[in-house]
């Protein structure tokens, strides 16, 4: 066993070693097969590197167990998908995510209400975040008297539809605190809308179907520097785009298909500026639509007409000459 290494043994073994190193002579060692003998300052000088080495080992060991053991007590104390989802209890089993459209201050405390008593997740919207596909019931206003299942037509909604969520009254959330219990959804399912119609049964068409809207050959473009219907901007209406089962262009060209394919522009009348262009695109078969259409299917659950919201701003121009 070695001896105990005094701090004035570590000083001098320190000197000795640096200057040991500039006067050793590599060429004494010339295979392993020989025996290299050491001085005693060299053998102190290597069993204290050993020394300092499996402590720094040690070290950094101690310091990752500590650092992932600080983790997983921040994942316990905040353990939340969303930094703004509110969450209750977390040792239930969680099945509800809940967000909101066209609620006022009232309606939210008795949402957050359920969101505690039953075991649910809140996630706020915002101008960011318009929806999230982990969200199962979009909670919304009411418009009108004697259970109308009429409500405010917002981005949330159409969102909402097109990944096939319920879309509820508020009078739903009052029925489960009332009597206390999880009550089914069917008879609380939105019905209509204040834009497009006050009965076209869409959300449930949609939560039924679970399938794409758009067959896979429609392609889809956006352009303009306008906001389109709802005040939907570019990317988002690409967005949903997506999730109605088109494919969204963001490239200026239609890629080229071995199946028929049908091509669409999505743009606002005061976008289109060069007429020339637009009767050659119109030629080789692209139909300028306004964004309406888009919406209006998503919304109903069925391809609303072309013909209707097809673009045309040289038509009355044309007529005039």
């Known amino acids: 066993m070695l001896d105990k290494i005094t701090q004035r043994d570590r000083q001098q073994i320190k000197k000795s070693t640096t200057h040991q190193k500039k006067k050793l002579d590599y060429s004494q060692i010339n295979t392993c097969d020989k025996i290299i003998e050491l001085t005693n300052e060299q053998v102190h000088a290597a069993l204290i590197s050993l020394i300092t080495i499996d402590k720094q080992n040690r070290t950094v060991a101690s310091r990752k167990r500590r650092r992932n053991k600080s983790i997983e007590n921040v994942n316990k104390k905040h353990k939340q998908i969303y930094h703004e989802i509110i969450l209750s ?79 509820l009254s508020y009078r739903w959330i009052i029925e489960c605190l009332k009597q206390n219990t999880i009550i089914n959804e069917e008879q609380y399912e939105i019905e209509g809308d204040n834009i497009i119609s006050t009965k076209h049964n869409g959300p449930r068409r949609s939560r039924l179907s679970k399938r794409p809207l758009l067959p896979l050959n429609h392609f889809i473009m956006i352009k303009g520097d306008n906001r389109h219907f709802l005040d939907f901007t570019n990317t988002e209406l690409g967005d949903i785009a997506w999730l109605a089962g088109g ?13 028929p394919r049908q091509c669409f522009l999505l743009i606002e009348d005061e976008d289109i500026r060069n007429k020339n262009m637009f009767h050659r695109c119109i030629d080789k078969g692209l139909k300028f639509l306004r964004s309406e259409w888009l919406i209006r299917s998503i919304v ?20 005039s000459e």
């Not at 239930?92 to 008795?110: F, R, W, Y």
């Not at 391809?303 to 040289?314: E, G, L, S």
């Open 89 to 167: 209890n977390t040792n239930q089993p969680e099945t509800i995510v809940l967000a909101t459209s066209a609620l006022n201050t009232q309606q939210m405390k008795q949402i957050k209400k359920f969101v505690l008593l039953f075991n649910c997740r809140l996630l706020l919207l915002d101008d960011k975040t318009i929806f999230n596909h982990t969200i199962t019931h979009l909670i919304t206003d009411e418009i009108g008297q004697n259970d109308s299942l009429i409500c405010t037509l917002t981005k949330n909604v159409v969102c909402a539809i097109a990944q096939h969520c319920f879309i």
């Open 300 to 319: 109903e659950y069925r391809m609303a007409n072309i013909v209707q919201y097809h673009c045309d701003p040289f038509d009355t121009i044309d007529r």
């Open 247 to 259: 494919i969204y262009i963001e490239q200026n060209r239609f890629p080229n298909t071995v199946f």
